[in-house]
Protein backbone atom coordinates (compact mmCIF):
# COMPACT_ATOMS: atom_id res chain seq x y z
CA UNK A 1 0.00 0.00 0.00
CA UNK A 2 2.99 2.27 0.88
CA UNK A 3 3.23 2.53 -3.03
CA UNK A 4 0.10 3.23 -3.92
CA UNK A 5 0.17 6.14 -1.31
CA UNK A 6 3.39 7.55 -3.16
CA UNK A 7 1.80 7.32 -6.10
CA UNK A 8 -0.90 9.06 -5.12
CA UNK A 9 0.49 11.89 -3.70
CA UNK A 10 3.82 12.38 -5.59
CA UNK A 11 2.27 11.61 -8.88
CA UNK A 12 3.97 9.36 -11.60
CA UNK A 13 6.88 11.15 -13.62
CA UNK A 14 7.94 9.94 -17.08
CA UNK A 15 11.43 10.35 -18.23
CA UNK A 16 12.77 10.52 -21.96
CA UNK A 17 13.79 7.54 -23.43
CA UNK A 18 17.84 7.17 -22.90
CA UNK A 19 19.69 7.52 -26.52
CA UNK A 20 22.28 5.44 -28.18
CA UNK A 21 25.58 5.90 -28.37
CA UNK A 22 27.06 7.91 -31.37
CA UNK A 23 29.31 5.22 -32.28
CA UNK A 24 27.62 3.68 -35.07
CA UNK A 25 28.02 6.55 -37.05
CA UNK A 26 29.79 5.23 -39.81
CA UNK A 27 28.35 1.86 -40.37
CA UNK A 28 26.69 1.23 -43.35
CA UNK A 29 23.57 -0.36 -42.71
CA UNK A 30 22.56 -2.22 -45.97
CA UNK A 31 24.18 -3.76 -48.67
CA UNK A 32 23.47 -1.64 -51.49
CA UNK A 33 24.99 1.45 -50.25
CA UNK A 34 28.20 -0.11 -49.61
CA UNK A 35 30.96 0.76 -52.49
CA UNK A 36 31.31 -2.25 -53.94
CA UNK A 37 27.35 -2.60 -54.50
CA UNK A 38 27.18 0.63 -56.32
CA UNK A 39 30.40 0.41 -58.47
CA UNK A 40 29.57 -3.26 -59.44
CA UNK A 41 32.91 -4.05 -58.30
CA UNK A 42 31.80 -7.51 -56.21
CA UNK A 43 30.67 -9.71 -59.43
CA UNK A 44 27.43 -9.64 -59.19
CA UNK A 45 25.68 -9.04 -62.93
CA UNK A 46 22.26 -6.71 -61.75
CA UNK A 47 25.01 -4.72 -59.67
CA UNK A 48 27.05 -3.94 -62.13
CA UNK A 49 24.21 -3.76 -64.99
CA UNK A 50 22.78 -1.02 -62.33
CA UNK A 51 26.26 0.89 -61.65
CA UNK A 52 26.64 1.08 -65.98
CA UNK A 53 22.82 3.23 -65.59
CA UNK A 54 24.48 5.05 -62.23
CA UNK A 55 27.04 6.45 -64.25
CA UNK A 56 25.23 7.08 -67.43
CA UNK A 57 22.88 8.92 -65.26
CA UNK A 58 25.69 10.69 -63.72
CA UNK A 59 26.99 11.77 -66.84
CA UNK A 60 23.99 12.54 -68.91
CA UNK A 61 23.95 16.36 -68.70
CA UNK A 62 27.76 17.13 -68.42
CA UNK A 63 28.32 16.71 -71.75
CA UNK A 64 26.79 20.33 -72.77
Do not use: C, P, W
Amino acid sequence: MDDFESILVNGISFSKAKTKKANDEGKVKTKAKKKKYITGAHGSGSAMQKAKYRKNRANRHKGK
